[in-house]
């Protein structure tokens, strides 16, 4: 596990960027979000114990990275196109 989180990538995004984007990519976001277990398991744990991992947050219903960075599960297309 501790090796996937590592592999993680995050997205420098505000969270008020997140909820003014077009609802498709909204959608696409939660989707690779849903679909990567590691996520889901990172998730789990952050909802059990909020301290679980120091540098992650489950924050308005989204994971979140230290200085409010949005984990974006694992999904290259939908990566390239948000760094685009």
Same mark, same amino acid.
């Given at each position: 596990?501790? !090796?996937?989180? $590592?592999? *993680? ?6 969270? *008020?960027?997140?909820?003014?984007? +077009?609802?498709? *990519? $909204? +959608? ?23 301290? $679980? ?7 308005? !219903? /989204? ?13 290259? /297309?939908?990566? +390239?196109?948000?760094? +685009?």
């Amino acid at each position: 596990m501790a !090796e996937a989180l $590592s592999q *993680m990538t995050t997205l420098d995004c505000n969270p *008020m960027i997140i909820h003014q984007m +077009q609802p498709d *990519m $909204s +959608q696409k976001i939660q989707h690779a979000f849903l679909k990567d277990v590691n996520l889901q398991q990172l998730k789990q744990k952050l909802k059990t114990n909020p301290n $679980s991992h120091k540098h992650y947050h489950w924050i308005n !219903e /989204e994971l979140r990275k230290k200085k409010g960075r949005l984990v974006v599960g694992n999904d290259v /297309e939908l990566r +390239q196109f948000i760094l +685009q």
